[in-house]
């Protein structure tokens, strides 16, 4: 070959690579390059291999822009990372869709398209406003009394256990003296208190097993895939290497969560009358009952809608309460405000009601913080645009999947000014009482959680037992650090053993 060919081939391998690095769609936001097989995932993973969404900051930053695009593989994804724009993106039909046709979610669903998280359009709307409309009766949503009674029953038992022992197998596996297994220590009372609302009914303390194993499975799940959506969103047959990107341990999660409602559901159906209303789930076995109920509701439909709408108060609220409770042991000054305030308002001899929230406004702007500063789902779930449209300045191709960064948003600093310093002040008005809450933990839009109402006030009443009747110490040896977090979908603080006292 003449040196002339060489050079002109050279060139042209040059150009063509130079094309693929920096080369998108027209007129869209700025982009991260991307190298070939896994794109700008890649430059994520480099940057920080375990919290990759956290990479995205240097490139808003070299790019110069809160909206930045890159490739996850061959998908083109827009990334949104300021206040304003993720919540614009919340807030407009055309954002509200999902990827619906990736492999990897459709088998945690029976091969099908199903639940609330990962589907889009008519299916979407109907499943969704017939679960809220029904789950408000039910104290999801809501005040209701016989729930807020229910829970409260529940955080007595948490109570019980703690200050008198372990009894059953299962219960000394994660209380030893007066050592607790933080989250765990909270999963028989999170995950008993949302199947009661679904179900209608509670496990008893022998039987706390099965909401454990729930939580259990959620957090799994919750691990299974970095915050991006992973490889195996990117390459589908990559599911193949069993747990190498997490697949094995996706499918063993879900087929748990499934299994255990199916079993329930199948006992719930067997012993039903036309007149019960024992929870929710009554009601949509009623519903597909019916002669003129549309295609979408099925039996599979009501298995994955459960478990969707279990699954973020069978890894939120715990894994919330465990994060405050380190920044509190973390901040002393912060925790004897916070113990003195409940000294004032509460007392130590009963428990938080729903209507103390209002008057405990610095340990609610502790709670707001924490979800501040950890932020557990940090991208969020995508969305995908569903038609041609714009954002802020840039053009946005239809089906384009899009980010939305809360971590960075609830880091940036023309918004918080010191986004790192845990300061629940930043929520409180000079009188002291709640300020307007700018943060989006929950969401926003058609898209927000529907369990927030719910979350937050089963994470007060925790929070408000355990300062009440403990004080907490951290154990030599454990992950104490506010920086030891598992990594996922959502991030989560490591297990650890902490010390309890009583008051």
């Known amino acids: 070959m003449s040196p002339l060919l060489i050079v002109i081939f050279t060139l042209l391998l040059v150009y063509k690579l130079y094309r693929f690095a920096y080369d998108k769609p027209p007129n869209t936001p700025p982009g991260i390059i991307r190298v070939p097989i896994g794109g700008s995932y890649w430059l994520l993973l480099w940057g920080n291999y375990k919290f990759p969404h956290l990479t995205l900051n240097y490139y808003v930053k070299k790019l110069n822009s809160k909206i930045i695009s890159c490739y996850m593989g061959s998908f083109f ?20 869709g999902r990827i619906t046709n990736a492999d990897f979610l459709k088998d945690r669903a029976f091969g099908k398209e199903l639940g609330i998280f990962f589907v889009d359009g008519p299916k979407w709307h109907e499943q969704r406003r017939f679960a809220l409309r029904h789950m408000r009766d039910f104290g999801f949503g809501r005040r209701q009394e016989k729930l807020e009674s229910e829970i409260m029953d529940e955080m007595t038992l948490l109570l019980d256990i703690m200050k008198n022992g372990p009894i059953y197998d299962e219960e000394k596996q994660i209380l030893k003296g007066n050592l607790a297994l933080f989250p765990d220590i909270l999963y028989a009372s999170a995950g008993n208190n949302i199947w009661n609302v679904m179900f209608g009914h509670r496990f008893d303390r022998s039987e706390h097993d099965i909401p454990r194993r729930l939580c259990r499975a959620a957090v799994l799940f919750g691990k299974s895939n970095d915050t991006t959506g992973g490889a195996i969103f990117q390459h589908p047959f990559l599911k193949h290497f069993g747990n190498m990107f ?23 159906k067997n012993f039903m009358s036309e007149n019960d209303e024992r929870g929710f789930i009554d009601r949509y076995l009623k519903k597909l009952n019916e002669d003129d109920k549309s295609n979408s509701f099925t039996e599979e439909q009501l298995i994955i809608l459960l478990v969707d709408m279990m699954f973020p108060a069978f890894v939120g609220i715990s894994g919330v309460t465990t994060h405050i409770l380190k920044y509190l042991m973390h901040h002393p000054r912060i925790m004897e405000k916070v113990r003195n305030e409940i000294d004032n308002v509460i007392g130590i001899g009963r428990l938080a009601t729903w209507e103390d929230r209002k008057n405990l406004p610095y340990l609610e702007a502790v709670i707001r913080e924490t979800l501040r500063i950890e932020t557990i789902a940090p991208l969020g ?68 959680c529907p369990g927030e109402t719910y979350s937050r006030y ?11 009747n403990f004080n907490f110490f951290f154990v030599e040896g454990q992950p104490s650090s506010l920086e030891d977090k598992d990594s996922g979908i959502i991030v989560l603080p490591k297990d650890l053993w902490i010390r309890f006292e009583s008051c």
């Open 458 to 468: 089963n994470i007060f009443g925790t929070l408000v037992l355990l300062l009440q």
């Open 77 to 96: 994804v827009i990334i949104v990372n300021d206040y304003k724009s993720i919540k614009e993106v919340l807030g407009r039909d055309e954002f509200d």
């Open 246 to 268: 997490g697949y094995k341990n996706h499918m063993k999660a879900s087929n748990t969560l499934n299994n255990i409602v199916k079993e329930y559901l199948t006992y719930q």
């Open 381 to 448: 779930i995508v969305h995908r645009c569903t038609r041609k449209t714009t954002l802020g300045c840039y053009e946005i191709p239809e089906n384009t999947p899009i980010f939305t960064n809360l971590a960075a948003m609830h880091h940036d600093p023309d918004l918080w000014g010191d986004p790192e310093v845990f300061r629940p002040e930043r929520f409180l008005k000079e009188d002291g009482q709640l300020a307007k809450d700018t943060s989006l933990s929950f969401g926003f839009g058609h898209r927000l």
